[in-house]
């Protein structure tokens, strides 16, 4: 057991830091384009400082002449059908760090999309650059697509992949996605308040649709027939009936239930609501009906009408606002509306924000406001979702922006009624909604605990109305005079914000709203009009928050320059994305404009690089880097939010042009305060929430203060116990997880337990004391993290399991792969061990279909296309299961055409392939062998046009064998009657047995030529004939080794062209069918009587099934497929089975212990196939029914065998003399394991 404190080293705060741009500017603003519908759609910065701009426009013919291009694939992104009105051009910019230069550009051709709506990384603002991610608008819908580099490692050249999003309206145009740390994307799809269907769902990092194990909605395959299918259950492993392949959360009214509760104890639980109230329903979507969702029978559970009798709207789907996933652990965080009506019958909509872990377990979710009688009335929706990753632990946070129509009648919360922040300071910016107008829209900043959802601060963002009771002037200076929203009652302008939203490395919050007299801080590049000065101008506002939502440091509009009189000129921008940048932020937009005419006044443009312009032709791109102040005061803090006693803190200087600095450290600090520039090491002498203030200047006249609330905090107490104590025995077994003894949890900590688990892989539980199944022996990784306050104490430790089940693997191969059609594919399991139960479904078209036995399996496909197989493996405690997608390709046409002159010979002929593919390979046999080897090379071409010369008269077999690329070979056969004047010498054979034989199986040919008194035949029988060539005129003991299609070849006579004459036949050579089987005991153990016995063989077309169950019984099951026998008394039974397809015979006899000796280590089992020999002997292949490379195998073949005895497990050719004897050949195998356990079978083979 382990123990360990929370020591941070310089974290996120120091990293964003390290990778600002050490370049200092003041603000530039510029347009870009030449009147081609340009568009910068959105902005990000790279850890080298450079910073990437994702857009759209007609064409690049604006860009400079000397910017290297870089045109990348769609692959198979979907934009059939896109109209001439949106074939743009979608391109990506990488400028320097100063703007001033465009580096590169990566760009796809006008049409293969619309544009690129957003850039994405797997890596926390501010942290080196990870794998870069892109979105944007299709015709149908949007795209999701990785590319394979990300700038700073080098240009990007292809998508590594991309994926079809079907989608409309707000999830079409705002595309809420977000890439985690692993690199799974998480997205909505479908339709907003509408009646199709609407959800979120997660890619692997291969772009492939994710199983998320917790989650409640899975779509997958069933086990019986392989078909799809999918519904409502979790885990995901957890139907016995389906293979599980991908997941979701539906956000739709249907039968799924995957946000309702399945019990009356959840549905009833009362719950803290995040704010000091409660909540009822362990799930947001209880809020809606009466009862849980019965989800065997959920339309059974359908009435609608919750606790506060709120009921679901008339349209189907809900719009989904947000998406956001953590980073650092891969949690996944969803901001939906709900369309409802409320008990009078009026429509709204109902917010949510929900958390999962990156299982798909349900950490918390949060209403936004208290639930209540009253409702909650007219709309509220959610707009973003965000993560502020300057702070770790308990004050790590959501930042989440909402929205509500007018005055709600239970408002969203206000920021001075924060009830679960000790650290709030009791009011925010903008507390509430004021004034009388509800015909409007106003923005609404949360930020949430990412741990439980309770919320930390809040604050209203709308602009002034101009009517109502304006309050007095903020006392901050930096507010340049506006009316206080906290005092007063002023009506307020709508607030509607974009989807992007940051927070920077002290957790200032950077949004982009767009409003009327938004209210403007004294360092903006574009004030607005306050409310006394006439009507301002509506336009997009980049607004910058402290981190407690408290004031601004930064609030500009960015629109084209109004008339203070009427607002005319401006309200011609958008602005659609932002990045935060050191003492500053950079955003990107457009402005208006049609037909070569922009829109309204022009935005003020200043310090204009060499690729932009000063005015707009038309609709044309903005950015905007906008600098905050001449001196602002930063820094930070390692641990971040807080630290435990008595560690040192240290805190860092990154102020913007400081030349003095002032610190206070707080209560009980030691130092108390400094003087000097830093770092600093700080302790404290007791816990409790501690001001730090540093106040800087330029050594002038500017200067700037900055606080932070810092906590310091006792540390709790972390020990893991376990009980039961020591070693668990067997697996599966239960185990109760403590974290202190048997001493009572502290409500005021917070809990997380982390277990690596064997089977689940990370589970993790989030309450004090939790029971966990251990399913299977090994070694399992426990962590325990307690939080009280800042401080976080670990616990760890390792269980161990012994005994019981062990873990199963269920990959298979595929060989060949890609398999062709009508050719055997054979699946098999890469490691066997531990597992009891097999269950395989082989896809669409194969045959067998399914089998329940271990394999290899032998497998044909009838049909091409895309298959997909699996592998259900058990232990007798849990399954596992694999899946693998791949293609069948369709047969290879291998037909030929025949020209030429065969009345006289020489005959010269022409074979033609049907299909001509020069990537193709070609393999001609032009059925006439010769025992020369010189004259025998003539007989076969790799040339795509076969041409060959027969000297003989006959008939002669051809074979053309072609392979294209992709290995899927075809022969086809033809013949050819050459017809000389000569009818009295005739070639002729014939072959016994007649038509087809099996492999190994001995033929004979006799010589039926007429005409050539005497002369002996030439025989050419094949590369795999045993013999491939002979003379004679009757041939005997003649097999094939391989099954398939055999030429066999005649010719006769002197060598003289008159006087010689060839015989060719097509001949089918069959493989043995597969005997083996195994078996179970249908009722538990062997040691029950009477005991049921299944016995389970190889399933294939066409085989014939004969049981002999070893008891001398007699009934219908002994032609069974899979037949249940019973046995009633006690003793070791020789069970045989005899397998027949296409008059091929396999036999495989195995001992199965009934009653005693079921635990026996070794049993043995014995695989015959008869084959036939010639008429003097007779020849049987024996090989053992397992194989283990550690057992030793010894074989007695009985009196007349050549040979006598053998060891291994085979297979073994024996061959016996004395046929005239009708006694059964008796065949005796001892199989011994490595401890001295051995089995003896004996056969007798008639």
Known sequence: MSKQLRKSSLLYILLFLSFLPSYGQSNLVTYAGNSRDESFNAVIQLSDGSFLVGGHARDLNWLPSNVKKTVINPLDIDNTGVPTSQRFTAFILHLTEDVQQILQVVYFRAGAVIDITHLKTTNPTGSTTGDLYISGKRQGGYYLAKLNNNFVNGVPTQLDWAFNVEASGDHRERQPWDVGGNGKVVFAEGDPNDNTWAAVRRLTADGAPDLVPNWRFHWGLKKSDGAFTSGAWTPAQNNPEVVPIYSGVPFVNDLSCSMRSWSAT???????????????????????????????????????????????????????????????????????????????????????????????????????????????????????????????????????????????????????????????????????????????????????????????????????????????????????????????????????????????????????????????????????????????????????????????????????????????????????SLYPVHNGVI???????????????????????????????????????????????????????????????????????????????????????????????????????????????????????????????????????????????????????????????????????????????????????????????????????????????????????????????????????????????????????????????????????????????????????????????????????????????????????????????????????????????????????????????????????????????????????????????????????????????????TIAPANHTCVLNSVTLTDMSRGFQGESPRWFLGKDAEPDTAQGFTVDSVYWTTPGKKVITQIVGSGDPQNTKVYSMLYEVFPYPNAAFVHSYEEGSCDNLPAKVRFTPQFAAGNFYEWDFGDGSTDASQRSSSPVHEYTTPGVYTVTLTVTNNGCKSVMSQNIPIGSNCDQAVTAGIIVNPARNDCASQRYIYQSATVNSNYTYEWNFGPGADPPTASGPGPHQVSYGDTDSDDPREVTLTVTDEQGNSDTITLQVP
Not at 674 to 685: E, F, I, L, M
């Open 266 to 576: 959840d549905y009833n639980q009362v719950l803290p609501d995040g704010n000091g109230g409660t909540k009822q329903g362990t799930w947001p979507m209880d809020y809606f009906f009466n009862s849980p969702c019965n989800i065997q029978n959920p339309e059974t559970t359908m009435n609608l009408g919750g606790y506060t009798n709120y009921r679901l709207g008339d349209r189907t789907t809900h719009r989904i606002g947000g998406i956001v996933v953590d980073k650092r652990n891969n949690h996944i965080y969803i901001g939906s509306s709900i369309n409802s009506i409320t008990r009078t019958g009026r429509p709204d909509f109902e917010p949510i924000v929900i958390a999962f872990t990156d299982q798909g377990t349900l950490k918390w979710w949060s209403r936004l406001y208290t639930e209540n009688n009253n409702q909650s009335p007219p709309f509220q929706h959610i707009d973003a979702l965000g993560i502020d990753y300057s702070q770790e632990g308990p004050s790590s946070s959501l930042i989440v922006i909402a929205r509500q129509q007018g005055k709600s009648t239970t408002d969203l919360w206000a920021g001075n009624q924060v009830n679960t922040n000790g650290m709030n300071p009791g009011f925010s910016f903008h507390n509430e909604f004021t004034g009388s107008n509800t015909n409007v829209e106003i923005s609404w900043l949360g930020k949430l605990r990412l741990n439980n959802g309770d919320l930390l601060y809040s604050a209203y963002m709308g602009g002034y109305e101009g009517s109502g009771t304006l309050g007095a002037p903020y006392t901050d200076p930096n507010l340049d005079g506006w009316p206080d929203h906290n005092s007063g009652n002023a009506n307020l302008s709508s607030a509607r914000s974009q989807i992007d939203i940051h927070t920077d490395a002290v957790g200032n919050v950077y949004v982009i709203s767009r409003s009327r007299a938004f209210a403007s801080t004294a360092n903006a590049y574009q004030k607005q009009d306050k409310p006394s000065a006439g009507p301002s101008s509506n336009g997009p506002n980049v607004r910058v928050y402290t981190p407690d939502l408290t004031t601004l440091v930064y609030s500009s509009i960015l629109t084209g320059v109004w008339n203070p009189s009427n607002g005319a000129g401006g309200n011609n921008t958008d602005l659609y």
């Open 587 to 989: 955003t990107v937009g457009k402005h208006f404009g049609k037909n070569g005419s922009s829109f309204g006044q022009n935005i003020p443009t200043t310090n204009i690089p060499p690729w932009g312009r000063d005015t707009p032709q038309s609709e044309e791109a903005i950015l905007a880097y906008l600098s905050f102040s001449e001196v602002e005061a930063i820094f930070t803090v390692d641990p971040l939010g807080g630290i435990c006693l008595p560690d040192t803190a240290v805190f860092t200087d990154s102020s913007f042009n400081a030349q003095t600095w002032q610190w206070d450290f707080g209560q009980d600090a030691v130092p108390p305060t400094a003087s000097t520039k830093g770092p600093h090491q700080v302790q404290w002498t007791s816990p409790g929430e501690k001001t730090i203030s540093l106040i800087v200047t330029d050594g002038g006249s500017l200067s700037d203060t900055s606080t932070m609330r810092y906590v310091v905090s006792a540390v709790p107490p972390a020990n893991i116990a376990v009980v039961p104590t020591g070693v668990l025995s067997p697996a599966p077994v239960s185990a109760s997880l403590r974290p202190n003894g048997n001493s009572a949890p502290n409500p005021n900590y917070l809990y997380e337990w982390q277990i690596q688990d064997l089977v689940d892989g990370v589970v993790t539980y989030n309450t004090p004391i939790n029971d966990h199944t251990f399913k299977v022996a090994g070694e399992y990784f426990v962590q325990l993290a307690v939080t009280n306050g800042a401080c976080t104490n670990y616990d760890t430790m390792t269980i161990v399991v012994e005994d019981g089940a062990g873990d199963i693997d269920p990959n298979f191969t595929v060989n060949p792969d890609p398999p062709c059609i009508n050719s055997p594919v054979i699946f098999e399991q890469v490691n066997e061990e531990n597992a009891t139960s097999w269950q395989w479904s082989f896809g669409e078209g194969a045959s067998p279909a399914t089998s329940n036995v271990r394999g290899p399996h032998e497998v044909y496909y009838s049909t091409p296309g895309p298959k997909v197989a699996m592998l259900v493996v058990g232990n007798g405690v849990f399954e596992r299961t694999f899946i693998y997608s791949f293609f069948v390709s369709a047969e290879t046409d291998a037909s030929f055409s025949i020209s030429g002159d065969g009345s006289q010979v020489p005959a010269s002929f022409t074979f033609t392939p049907t299909n001509q593919d020069p990537a193709a390979q070609y393999e001609w046999n032009f059925g006439h062998p010769s025992t020369d080897e010189e004259e025998n090379k003539s007989n076969t071409s790799t040339e795509m046009i076969g041409e060959h010369e027969y000297p003989y008269g006959g008939l002669y077999i051809i074979s053309l064998t072609v392979t294209p690329p992709n290995g899927c070979s075809n022969t086809y056969y033809d013949s050819i009657l050459i017809e000389v004047d000569d009818l009295e010498k005739e070639a002729d054979f």
